[in-house]
């Protein structure tokens, strides 16, 4: 039962991230990836896959934090760092074998590539990452997951079409 309720969770938090690679705005972007993470924080939880629960919740405040960059207390370069450090031991302390590197890089790669407010790299670079939580979700047999990145890997391929080559080419 909990297997299910944790899938229907994830479902829920797929529709969110996908719709996310739709915003036209960083902040926007941002704010829908927070609260997906903390619907794959408890997708996760239930599924017993523990590193991808943690990197979801780190990832959801690191979320918070970057959508309120323009405010004085999320400014600040040392966050990319901070995150980047939290990943790390987040992931040391409950690696489960070689497949739990997966959502680590992922996770560490997005921390920088987030950083940057620019709609076109976030969309670019999160194709390595979402790539990375594919494989991971495929040795979690979490199908929320696996269904998750594929719609991811396909709206940010039609983001970039979209609004970054279709926009250059109106230029």
């Known amino acids: 039962m909990l297997l299910t309720i944790g899938q ?25 990836q927070m609260v997906s993470g903390l619907l794959f924080t408890v997708h ?11 990197m979801n919740l780190l990832g959801a405040f690191r979320s918070l934090v970057y959508a ?3 405010k004085k207390w999320a400014s600040g370069v040392v966050w990319p760092i901070v995150f980047s450090i939290g990943f790390l031991i987040s992931g040391i302390f409950t690696w489960n074998g070689i497949f739990s590197i997966f959502p680590m890089i992922a996770m560490l790669m997005s921390s920088v590539v987030l950083w940057i407010e620019q709609p076109k790299i976030n969309r670019m670079f999160s194709l390595p990452t979402s ?14 997951g696996i269904v998750t990145e594929v ?21």
């Open 68 to 70: 309120n960059r323009g």
């Open 151 to 171: 719609f991811v890997l396909t709206s940010i391929i039609i983001g970039i079409l979209r609004l970054d080559i279709k926009r250059k080419e109106k230029k």
């Open 131 to 144: 790539t990375c939580w594919l494989i991971y979700n495929i040795k979690e047999m979490s199908i929320a």
């Open 8 to 32: 229907i969770i994830g479902f829920i938090a797929m529709a969110i991230i996908v719709i996310s690679y739709q915003q036209k705005s960083h902040k926007h972007i941002l704010t829908f």
């Open 44 to 54: 996760y939880i239930l599924l017993g896959a523990y590193t991808g629960a943690i």
